[in-house]
């Protein structure tokens, strides 16, 4: 398998503009999970999906940010409008299922918001 | 909720050093473990899990052993690398979070000749 797949893998954009981050997770996997990188924060989860349903977003920081799932292939995280402390890595994680299974991350997509 | 505790870096080592990071973790339940290693410009990648207590997780000489008592995950290697540089995260996943796993803040290891 190709792993997790993310696009693109840099972003760079000028502020109040709208971004979207693009995710294929890993075949049979039924659990997407989207977080947020940065040496101030760290390691954020962002909201994660089950079947393509979300089911926690309690970590997405404002209404700017928005997450789909439209089938089990694809999903996004769109910021709209995107502002410079959005300024991050991006990544998208899958697995088969939970507890004993762990997460595969994809490459992560580094935007910088200027 | 639950929560990982890692110890704090950054830490430096010379190469063949023993490399000892603790963790430890406050559950609910009985969760499964995990560490994950992260390289420099790469996601994060599973390193060695562990699914219930006394389970020893191992891989390319990195071990760690489920502590139930101690509720804790610590990472061992007897002979550090310099290819071993990265961030290292200790997390677990399982009820009642099902679904989400809980990350520690992350340790990076720098491995000198």
């Known amino acids: 398998d190709a792993g997790v797949i993310q696009s693109p893998r840099h972003e760079v954009t000028e502020m109040g503009q709208e971004v979207t981050l693009r995710c294929k997770p890993i075949?049979?996997?039924?659990?997407l999970f989207w977080y947020r990188q940065t040496m101030m924060r760290g390691l954020e989860l962002l909201i994660y999906?089950?079947?393509?349903?979300?089911?926690?977003d309690s970590g997405m920081p404002e209404d700017r940010f928005s997450a789909k799932m439209p089938n089990a292939s694809f999903s996004t995280l769109k910021i709209q409008p995107s502002e410079p402390r959005d300024s991050a890595v991006y990544f998208c994680?899958?697995?088969f299922g939970y507890g004993e299974y762990e997460q595969y991350f994809g490459p992560g997509t580094r935007l910088t918001v200027t | 909720g639950d929560s990982v505790t890692q110890m704090e870096g950054p830490v430096t080592l010379s190469e063949e050093a023993f490399l000892t990071i603790n963790c430890t973790y406050t559950?609910?339940?009985?969760?499964?473990l995990f560490w994950y290693v992260q390289y420099p410009g790469e996601g994060l990648q599973l390193l060695l899990k562990?699914?219930?207590?006394?389970d020893k997780g191992s891989n390319k000489g990195f071990e760690a052993t489920y502590r139930k008592e101690t509720t804790s995950f610590h990472l061992e290697k007897g002979s550090v690398q310099v290819s071993d540089s990265a961030v290292y995260f200790c997390?677990?996943?399982?009820?009642?979070?099902?679904?989400?796993?809980?990350f520690g803040d992350g340790t990076t290891l720098t491995v000198k000749p």
């Open positions: 559950a609910t339940g009985y969760p499964s």
């Open positions: 075949s049979g996997h039924d659990y």
């Open positions: 994680a899958s697995s």
């Open positions: 997390a677990l996943s399982g009820p009642p979070n099902a679904g989400k796993s809980t």
């Open positions: 999906f089950n079947n393509n349903v979300p089911i926690d």
């Open positions: 562990a699914t219930k207590a006394d």
